[in-house]
């Protein structure tokens, strides 16, 4: 448990120190008010962006197909802020441009 913590303090502190480094807000967060923009976004809000990815994989007979949600503006953003490339993403799923 102390591990998971650990991750969520420095996923929400990576964030916040990019945001400030770059002098930038991050607007999308909040449920209702897409708008409503915030340099000091938690871990809960930032993990909570990601609550529509699905992955789905179609067993036929001889093969497996697979779909991977595209990422929104706002999931590429906080990627970005972390330090990450898209393709951290896009690599967990060769086929996701290819719908069964």
Partial sequence: ??????VLILLEFV?????????AS??????GNPKRATARPTTELL???????TL?????PG??????TPLTELQQ??????GFAAEVYTRLCRESAKPP
């Avoid at 093969?63 to 991977?68: G, M, S, V």
Wanted: glycine share 4%; hydrophobic share 55%.
């Fill in 77 to 82: 953003r906080i990627l970005c802020l972390l």
């Fill in 26 to 31: 991050l607007a999308g967060l909040y449920a």
């Fill in 63 to 68: 093969r497996r197909y697979f779909h991977l």
């Fill in 15 to 23: 964030v916040r120190r990019q945001l400030a480094a770059e002098e």
């Fill in 47 to 53: 993990l909570e962006a990601f609550r529509n990815v």
């Fill in 1 to 6: 448990m102390s591990l998971g913590l650990r």
């Fill in 56 to 60: 789905t994989m179609v067993r036929l």
